[in-house]
């Protein structure tokens, strides 16, 4: 189910890819990033997928999708967050001059790894274990979040699939438990109090 629901958030972001005008990539994105750059960021999902499906971890070093997001992030790897900031520009201008043609070409690529494994140790940034649909669930988030943020940087209408949204928000709330959260969280779900505009569970 792991594998599909990433299959199906792939798809999803491919599909709004499509929808971004010819002349929006200079756009505005998300931050320092414009929306050729907050695309190739999320595209980010699918070849880092692709590339730790050639590596073996020699230990399960994370054992859960928040832990994954406790333990990888800029500060706990000592990474300088321009460094980020530069490979969302890098995977932007790797796109070309077709986005959505090479976007359409990664999804099916990684569609085509994912059929030929079954829940291998790979390695990821850090030098890190973690079982692949241990991983996917991250990937799911990232590619779920920013599609939602291209989205309304350019004011496309954007509808993610039920199982992509729901596991958006099962990593969300379980990442907002483990970094000591999850109290505020449920009290705004519940609409007993807001939580402040900078607010983020990752």
Known sequence: MTT????????SFAALV?????????????GEWDVRALVG???????????????????????????????VTPSA?????????????????DLGDDPAAAVDELVSGVTGDLASVDNPL????????IRLHTYLPTR?????????????????PFSLPE???????????????ATG???PVLLALTGRSTLPPDFSVV
Do not use: C, N
Not at 4 to 11: K, L, Q, V
Not at 122 to 129: A, D, K, Q, S
């Open 4 to 11: 599909a629901t990433f299959i199906s958030a792939a798809r």
């Open 18 to 30: 499509h929808k971004i005008p010819a002349g929006a990539w200079g756009e505005p994105g998300l």
């Open 41 to 71: 960021h999320t595209s980010r999902s699918l070849t880092t997928v692709r590339s730790y499906l050639r590596t073996t971890a020699d230990s399960e070093d994370i054992a859960t999708p928040q832990e994954y997001y406790v333990r």
């Open 77 to 93: 790897l000592g990474i300088d967050p321009a460094d980020v900031a530069e490979r969302g520009r890098q995977a932007g201008r």
């Open 122 to 129: 790979i390695e990821v940034i850090g030098g890190l274990g």
């Open 140 to 156: 799911i988030f990232e590619l779920a979040v920013h599609g939602m943020d291209i989205a309304s940087a350019l004011d496309i």
């Open 163 to 177: 199982a992509v949204l729901a596991e958006a928000l099962d990593v969300a709330t379980r990442t907002a438990i």
């Open 181 to 183: 959260r999850g109290e």
